[in-house]
């Protein structure tokens, strides 16, 4: 039984002010869901207004940060390590498409991320999807195997088992209000992010870790994708941003 997860990619938006104010209403609006996991990826310099604004115990919502270095610490400026975000929160996407095109990330540099998520305690959302044109030359398999494996790399199965969120997101339907199908997407969760998984590390693992969707999720299309059986959650752009239409797509996970 895998829970489902809900997590909001707030981008570059809401600084510490906004941040906290769309937190509050999230917050209030979500008071007492259970059965499904929360979380909330703001900017960086949002992340402290949100972490000290937490119940010290048994809040629902968890937070994410949107990056991190591979180093600890050292001579990288605008940089923040992993290590500097573990007393802030729990989570990290990793390997986002618009880092992998609009800074170059490789899947080396993911990869070395990826350990240092991990080795700091905190829990990585690794995203992978493909391109347009590597969709229609057919290449989606060979695309999405290469991310997850050459992410992946030599990382145990220990280190993966529980903690590894991977989202599937195809490029092409991130912020363009073109959902892939839900049938699509879980077949590209299932017979290429599992069965890579299940090469990698045995199907008991391939099995637990969860797999998220992420691409132009809305209210209207989320039950479509959670009906889905190798779907298990959601990585929300545009939609979370407004607390109403998170908060139902939360509500729909439940
Ligand atoms: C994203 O960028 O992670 C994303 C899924 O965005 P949107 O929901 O806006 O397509």
Same mark, same amino acid.
């Given at each position: ?7 909001? /990619?707030w981008?570059?938006?809401? #600084?510490?002010?906004g941040?906290?104010?769309l937190?509050?209403?999230?917050? *209030? *609006? ?16 949002t992340?402290? +207004? ?9 809040s /629902? ?6 990056? %991190? !270095? ?9 940089d $923040?390590?992993?290590?500097?975000l573990r007393?802030? %929160? ?5 390997? !986002? &498409?618009?880092?992998?095109?609009g ?8 990869h070395?991320?990826? !350990?240092? $998520?991990?080795d700091?305690?905190?829990?990585p959302?690794? %995203?992978?999807?493909e391109? *347009? ?8 398999a060979?695309?999405?195997r290469g991310?997850?494996?050459d992410g992946?790399?030599?990382l ?9 969120v991977?989202a ?6 991130i912020?363009? #209000?073109? +959902? ?10 299932g ?8 090469? !990698?590390y ?5 099995a637990?870790v *969860?797999v998220?969707?992420?691409? &132009?999720?809305?209210?209207a ?16 752009? #545009?939609? &979370? ?14």
């Amino acid at each position: 039984m895998r829970t489902p997860l809900i997590a909001a /990619n707030w981008k570059m938006n809401l #600084g510490p002010e906004g941040g906290l104010a769309l937190y509050r209403e999230v917050r *209030r *609006r979500l008071q007492g869901v259970r059965g499904v996991e929360i979380v909330l990826c703001p900017p960086f310099v949002t992340l402290p +207004a949100l972490a000290a604004a937490r119940p010290a115990t048994r809040s /629902n919502i968890a937070l994410g940060a949107q990056d %991190c !270095h591979w180093a600890s610490h050292g001579a990288y400026t605008g940089d $923040v390590s992993a290590p500097m975000l573990r007393p802030l %929160c729990e989570w990290v996407i990793i390997g !986002h &498409s618009e880092r992998r095109e609009g800074h170059g990330e490789s899947d080396a540099l993911i990869h070395k991320k990826l !350990h240092a $998520v991990l080795d700091a305690g905190l829990r990585p959302i690794l %995203c992978v999807g493909e391109g *347009r044109a590597a969709r229609e030359a057919g290449e989606t398999a060979s695309v999405i195997r290469g991310q997850l494996l050459d992410g992946l790399a030599d990382l145990p199965a220990a280190q993966v088992r529980e903690p590894l969120v991977v989202a599937y997101e195809p490029i092409w339907a991130i912020g363009s #209000g073109q +959902a892939a199908s839900a049938v699509e997407a879980n077949r590209v969760a299932g017979i290429i992010v599992r069965a890579a998984l299940s090469d !990698h590390y045995g199907e008991q693992i391939a099995a637990q870790v *969860r797999v998220l969707y992420g691409g &132009s999720v809305t209210p209207a299309n989320i039950a479509d994708f959670l009906r889905q059986p190798d779907i298990d959650g959601a990585l929300v752009g #545009g939609a &979370s941003l407004d607390a109403a239409s998170f908060a139902a797509l939360v509500k729909a996970a439940q």
